[in-house]
Structure formats: C-alpha cells, structure tokens
C-alpha cells in the first residue's frame, strides 16, 4: 500500500513540474514514460532503417558501388543493434508502461522515478553507439552478434564504446523489467486474480523475468571481449587457452531468449486485438498463458541450434534439434487459439485487425522456415545464407514489427483522443504488407541457392533476385513515413472519440481486451 501511496505523492509531485522539457525531464508518469519510449523507437527505427537503405542500395546490383565494404559492415552491425536494442524492445516497453496500470487498476508503474531513469539512459547509450561510426577506422563491423575473435583480436577502438553502450541498455532493460514485475505482483485491483489478468500483462511478466534472467549473461559476454581486448585476458583467445566457441555459447544463450522477449509481447497485443475485431472471448485463455509459460523455459534450452557448424558432438546436436522442434508445440497452440478466436465470428477488418491476421500468417511463414533451420543436417546448408536473414526477418518484421503497429492503431484513440486517418492508415498497411514480402520473401530462394549473409558483393547469378529485394525494401521503408504521418496527424488532433472507440461484443468489453478502450478512468485531477 505503501508503494501505492508514494507513486500518487510523485504523480502529486510531477503535475507541478514546469511544462515544456522539463516536464519530460522529471516526469514519473507512466503515461509520459510510454510516449516517450514510443517517441524514442520510432527514432531509432528510422535511424535503423536508414541504414538497412544502405545495405539494399549497395546490393541493388552485383560487384562494389555505392559504399567501402568495412562501411558496407559497419551498417549492418549497428543497423541488426539498433533495431533489437534501439526499436522492437523500447516499443514493447513503452506500450508496457503506457498500458500495464490501466489494464491492472493501478495508480502508475510501482517504482516512477527508476522508470524515469530507465528511459533516460537509452539515448545516451545509442548516441555513444552512433558516435563510434565517426571513430578514426570506423565503427563496430563485427556484426551485432560480434563474435570473437572478430569482436577482440580484429576490431579498432569502437569495441570500446560497443560495450559501454550494451551495459546502458541492458541496464534500462533490467530496470525496465523489475517494474513491470513489481507493478503486476503488488499493484492489481482487488478481484484482479492472476488467472483475469490481460493476456498482454501475462506475456509482459514472462518477458520480464527473462529479461532478468538474460541480461546479466550479455553483460558477461561482452565484459569478457573488453578483457580480451584491452586487459590481456585469453577467454575467446585458443592462444592463451580460451575458446572462441565458448564465447557463441555465452552469445546465444543470452541470444536464444532474446528473441522470444522481442517476440512475447507480441503475442499478448495480437491475443488482444483479435478477440475485440472478432466480437468473441479470446478461445482458450489458459491454455494461452500456459503456452507463453512454456515457450519462454524452452526458450533457454535451444541456444546452441546457432551453432550446428561448428563441429558439435552428435548427441549435442540431435539434443537442440529435438528441443527447437519442441517449442513450435506451444507456439502452435498460439496460432490455432487466435484462428479459433476469429473462427464464426462477428469480424470486422479495422486497421489494428489488419495488422493482426498479417501477423498471424507471416509470422506463422517464419515459424516454418524457423523449423526447416532446426533440422541439423539441413541446417548445414543453410547456416549464413539469406535463408537465415529471410527467417528472422519475418519472425521480427512482419512479427514483432507489424504487432507494434498493430498495438499503436488499436491504442492511438485511448492515447490522444483522437481518431487517426483511416485512409492513410490503409495505404500504410497495405503498402507495407506488399513491400514486406517482395523485400523479404525471394531471400529464401537466394539463401537456398547458397548467397551468403554480410557480404557486399555475390555472383551474378543473384543479380535479377537481389533487384527485386531492393525495390521491395525501399518501398516498405518508404511507407513507413506513412505511419509517422499518420501518428504525427492524429498526436495533434482529429475527430474526438468516445470512451468506447472500438464496438466490442456486447458485455465482453472487460475480458475480451484490456480494459484501456472501453473504460473510463476517475482519476482525481493530481494524477492525471
């Protein structure tokens, strides 16, 4: 109660604040705290995207054009760091921040000012890893998975700054996550039982004890090639008795989780989409809070399915194929509850539902060439060719990408009161499913072919695909500006709506959704 009483007091505290920056500065709401995430990874995924621009124009055609091939590996370094670190996560945080105490009943996040410190290191952490692209030879090129020795023995001086800025963000992260941990356990409404929370505070509280649980590995990782490098340690050096394997190990075991913390939110913003555009209670509840549970402890046992190349006893490799196969089961049951959800439904087709079944099927299409990867002896053929940048790419594009639209459309209304336009949102939806696939989809044929990943230059024989993908990458960056058009219109007004934007089933509003659409808060003038 007594976290309860503080967080009003610093609400209390903050309606004071002068208005303008400051306000920002100091700020301890949580509503604030979620917009400027929102804000600062919409930044990020534009600088990110940029520089993928980059990577498409340079492979638009065969041989070297457009940029030096150490540039050419700087951008897809930084360009893989910002969109992990620098967008999908600050966006799944922000959402949390914004939408966690109102889906609960509480009054703010239970620890505002760590909330406002866990936002305000994240510019600082990505400004000194944009900085180190100026450094005398350049920035990180190693790749964001920086492997060593490419990280250590061969790397300049920006591994430096690499590594300070991966020690800010997962300090934000870890930060990040306690709140959410310590909000949802202490500060639920009376009656909110763990079995009634919101599917999206579910998948939340499971990603955050895997960001706990995940973090302080990375950190190790990359304390060990600062030692490397500047201290004369010999963890990843054969030279002086370390192993360069030992360092993939630690990689993905922070790595494997990762991907499901940039994937589990997802989860929950889809569960709660679907059930509002299908007029129907989400099919199967537990059974999806039992799936996440599961999806996130076999998370932690797949790790080394990155490292089938690298001369694994059989037994080793028959353990992780077996175990990657294992976690499609949940993820499965994911996919047959939301189709069963729509199943004879009242569906209407809204913008956020639109992002929604697009999620379902491409993510669905990257869970497939996820399980052909998963298979060792083909896995041979495929490791570090297009494939493998087609696979992600749907899973964290079309997934967790298109499910953080998904969630800004459904919630921009509560956010701003206003209603965006529909028109505009459209063409960026239908745009953007369009140029996603032509950008991503012949990366399969490609990568099967055996074009290698992170190389400026390929064969001719790859000229016509290669083509096709640049255009297709250009479009859906381009459409992009879209979305901020859209964002930008609706942020500075537009058609007022009512308490209750979108018609849900009759009676169902509190456990079809979040509470947030359908519900309006009391809350005493201090808080607000």
Same mark, same amino acid.
């Given at each position: 109660?007594s976290t ?7 609400n209390?505290e903050?309606h004071h604040? @002068?208005?303008?920056?400051k306000r ?7 509503k604030?705290?979620?917009?400027l995430?929102?804000?600062?990874s919409?930044?990020?995924f ?11 124009a340079?492979?638009f055609q ?14 897809t370094t ?6 992990v670190f620098?967008?999908?996560? @600050?966006a799944?945080t922000?959402l949390?921040n914004?939408?966690i ?7 703010d ?5 760590m909330?406002?410190?866990?936002f305000?290191?994240?510019p600082?952490?990505f400004?000194i !890893? ?14 964001w998975t ?5 990280s250590?023995?061969y790397?300049n ?12 963000m ?7 996550a306690?709140?959410?941990i310590?909000?949802?356990?202490n500060?639920?409404a ?17 990603t955050?004890f ?6 302080p590995?990375?950190?190790g ?6 030692t ?10 054969a030279?002086g008795g370390?192993d @360069?394997?030992?360092?993939q190990h630690i990689f993905?075991?922070f790595?494997h ?6 994937i ?5 913003i889809?569960?709660?989409?679907v ?8 099919f199967g ?21 990155h490292?089938f190349?690298?001369g694994?006893?059989l037994?080793?490799e028959?353990f992780?194929?077996?175990a990657?196969m294992?976690i ?6 994911k996919v047959?509850?939301?189709?069963a959800t729509m199943?004879?439904?009242?569906i209407t087709f809204?913008? @956020?539902m639109?992002f929604?079944?697009a999620?379902i099927?491409?993510?669905t ?6 399980l052909m !990867?998963a298979?060792?002896?083909a896995?041979?053929q495929?490791?570090d060719?297009y494939f493998?940048?087609a ?13 953080i639209?998904?969630g ?6 509560k956010?701003?009161g206003?209603?965006?336009?529909i028109t505009?949102?459209k063409w ?15 990366m399969?044929?490609?990568?099967l072919?055996g074009?290698p990943?992170?190389?400026p230059?390929?064969?001719?024989q790859?000229a016509?695909?290669n083509?096709?993908?640049s ?6 960056g !381009? ?5 901020v058009v859209v964002v ?11 308490n209750k934007?979108?018609?849900?089933a009759?009676g169902l ?5 979040s509470?947030?659409p359908?519900?309006?808060f ?5 808080v607000?």
């Open positions: 109660m309860l009483v503080d967080s009003q007091e610093q209390h903050h604040t @002068p208005k303008g920056f920002w500065l100091y700020t301890t709401n949580h604030d705290i979620g917009s995430y929102l804000i600062f919409l930044t990020m534009i600088v990110g995207g940029a520089m993928a621009m980059v990577i498409r340079e492979l065969p041989g070297l054009q457009l940029v030096d091939p150490h540039f050419f590996n700087q951008m930084v360009h893989g760091l910002i969109m620098g967008a999908v996560m @600050p799944f922000g949390a914004w939408m105490p109102m889906m609960i009943g509480a009054p996040m239970a620890l505002p000012r909330n406002n410190w866990s305000w290191i994240l600082f952490a400004s !890893l944009l900085m180190s692209l100026f450094m005398e030879g350049g920035g990180p090129a190693f790749g920086f492997y060593a020795p490419l250590t023995t790397s001086d920006n591994t430096a700054l690499f590594v300070f800025a991966v020690h800010i997962g300090i934000s992260s870890i930060m990040g306690i709140n959410v310590v909000t949802i356990v500060l639920r009376p009656g909110m039982t763990w079995m009634k929370l919101p599917l999206f505070v579910w998948t939340w509280l499971i955050a895997l960001l706990i649980a995940v973090m590995v990375l950190a990782a990359v304390t060990m090639v600062l490397d490098k500047y201290f004369g340690t010999s963890f990843f050096d030279a370390g @360069p394997v030992m360092f993905w075991f790595g989780p990762e991907v499901y913390i940039m589990l939110p997802a989860f929950g889809i569960s709660t989409i059930p509002t555009f299908s007029r129907k209670k989400l509840y537990a059974s999806m809070v039992y799936a996440t549970s599961s999806i996130a402890l076999l998370s932690f046992v797949v790790w080394a399915h490292m190349t690298t694994m006893p037994a080793g028959l992780f194929m077996y990657t294992l499609s089961v949940p993820t499965g049951v047959f509850n939301w189709v199943w004879r439904g009242s809204e913008i @956020p639109l929604s079944i999620f099927v491409l993510f299409l990257g869970g497939f060439s996820g !990867l298979i060792t002896p896995d041979f495929y490791h060719t493998v940048v696979h992600f790419h749907y899973v964290l594009v079309t997934g967790a990408v298109f499910s639209m998904a800004a459309y459904y919630w921009l209304p956010w701003t206003h209603m965006f336009n505009l949102a960026h939806f239908w745009l953007s499913l369009v140029s996603v696939n032509i950008l991503f989809f012949p399969h044929f490609v990568g072919a074009m990943r992170r190389i230059d390929y064969a001719l790859f016509d695909f083509a096709i993908i255009i297709g990458g250009f479009a859906f !381009l459409s992009q500006l879209l979305f930008y219109k609706c942020a500075r007004g537009g058609e007022s709506v009512p934007v979108w018609e849900g009759e509003e509190w456990e079809v959704a509470p947030a359908y519900h309006t009391s809350t005493p003038p201090e607000k």
